[in-house]
T-cell receptor, first 111, second 111 residues
Framework: NAGVTQTPKFQVLKTGQSMTLQCAQD?????MYWYRQDPGMGLRLIYY???????DKGEVPNGYNVSRLNKREFSLRLESAAPSQTSVYFC??????????FGSGTRLTVV | GNSVTQMEGPVTLSEEAFLTINCTYT??????LFWYVQYPGEGLQLLLK?????DKGSNKGFEATYRKETTSFHLEKGSVQVSDSAVYFC??????????FGSGTRLQVQP
């Protein structure tokens, strides 16, 4: 999807390992978001950032941390991965009136 | 709190059939409403939106009308194609925090 880039696209972790999902946008939007998508549950908000330097918890923040070091980048960190964190993760930027622009997603499997 | 309810899928139709995917919402204030589409292996893409009551969003032959009296935003298309097979998400935004998504409805169109 134009404007929001996520890396990596796929990742397999062992329980207890850590990793950081990267997200960058080139649209100069203030607001950025991390969601997870699980079968039958739609998208659930993990964390969001209304502006550079600020972050807030969403519906399901436990087990995650985020960092918004600049306007362009918003990273999601799993400190100690658990099988319950197996999911597809989406980053999004939001120009308010026009709806989200999503990244293409990171498919994470924790074994 | 805010919530979005979508009809459960999968919805299976033959090519050229009429499509309706129901969406109702609960929200404080007057939300903006969105439909997103997710093709297999991809992120979500904005399909259409409506920002106030009685507005009709349209795109690629899909339409949805913001009905305040019934708190609904049903997605319709007069003649579906195989290429429309995807998962469709209804979402709302009240100007606070983040978009709230429904659980998604899978559409399968058979030739």
């Amino acid at each position: 999807n134009a404007g929001v880039t996520q890396t990596p696209k796929f990742q397999v972790l062992k329980t207890g390992q850590s990793m950081t999902l990267q997200c960058a946008q080139d649209m100069n939007h203030n607001s950025m978001y991390w969601y997870r998508q699980d079968p039958g549950m739609g998208l659930r908000l993990i964390y969001y950032s209304a502006s550079e330097g600020t972050t807030d918890k969403g519906e399901v923040p436990n087990g995650y941390n985020v960092s918004r070091l600049n306007k362009r980048e918003f990273s999601l960190r799993l400190e100690s991965a658990a099988p319950s964190q197996t999911s597809v993760y989406f980053c999004a930027a939001f120009p308010r009136d026009a709806g989200y622009t999503f990244g293409s997603g990171t498919r994470l499997t924790v074994v | 709190g805010n919530s979005v309810t979508q009809m459960e899928g999968p919805v299976t139709l033959s090519e050229e059939a009429f499509l309706t995917i129901n969406c109702t919402y609960t929200a404080t204030g007057y939300p903006s409403l969105f439909w997103y589409v997710q093709y297999p292996g991809e992120g979500l893409q904005l399909l259409l939106k409506a920002t106030k009551a009685d507005d009709k969003g349209s795109n690629k032959g899909f339409e949805a009308t913001y009905r305040k009296e019934t708190t609904s935003f049903h997605l319709e298309k007069g003649s579906v194609q195989v290429s429309d097979s995807a998962v469709y998400f209804c979402a709302l935004y009240t100007g606070r925090r983040a978009l709230t998504f429904g659980s998604g409805t899978r559409l399968q169109v058979q030739p």
